[in-house]
């Protein structure tokens, strides 16, 4: 199912965060600009959970797959990014996508459970701009096109009981830890009920 954008379904995470942009292509498209010294990261010496977010709240139920098409401008600045992004708590997200560090772009996910744990590989000019994330209870899989790149479990409240009557957010992110301004971009935002077997 396509969830367009500018429809009264993306709400921010933290109204105070919220991404700003003009809407494309009737509704597939969402374009902006990241905003300076926000993030969301994890540490023992560090919390920022400021990065600029749109999406909805839903229950994890038995599973479900949400995907986007994420591009950014190339020319962009240290840890520039642009993600697919999942929220259970401050303590417990997952974001995906691409983000600028050491002079290249990068396919990105950082799961924080309870901190950041950050992987990544040099993007191509042949890769997918599509990023997917399945989410069923207690566990979460992240995939580049059809690749899996990312598997996560024990992700969500023990119980799995809880974790499917549990509301989570999704829907996208972007952030500059450092100066704003890089132009980014999200399309064909999907949603599918249930997981393939």
């Known amino acids: 199912m396509s969830i367009p954008f500018g429809t009264d379904v993306w709400v921010p995470l933290d109204p105070s965060h919220a991404i700003l942009g003009n809407v494309a292509d009737e509704g597939r498209g969402l374009v902006s600009k ?3 010294g926000t993030d969301w990261w994890r ?3 560090r919390h920022s959970t400021n990065g600029p977010t749109l999406g909805f709240w839903r229950e994890v139920g038995t599973g479900f797959e949400v995907s986007v098409d994420i591009e950014i401008e190339p020319r962009v600045q240290y840890s520039d990014q642009a993600t697919l992004f ?8 997952l974001k995906t996508g691409i983000e600028y560090d050491a002079g290249a772009l990068w396919n990105g996910a950082v799961v924080c459970n309870p901190y950041s744990d950050w992987s990544l590989s040099r993007r191509r000019e042949d890769d997918s701009a599509r990023f997917k994330v399945q989410v069923a209870p207690n566990e979460l899989k992240v995939f580049l096109g059809d690749d899996m790149i990312r598997e996560v479990k024990w992700f969500g409240p023990p119980e799995v009981h809880a974790q499917r009557n549990q509301k989570i957010f999704v829907g996208i992110m972007a952030c500059s830890p450092k100066e704003g301004g890089a132009d980014v971009s999200w399309a064909n935002f999907e949603m599918i009920e249930g997981l393939p077997k």
């Open 86 to 93: 999942v929220y259970v708590s401050p303590n417990q997200w």
């Open 34 to 36: 990241t905003v300076g």
């Open 43 to 45: 540490t023992t010496e």
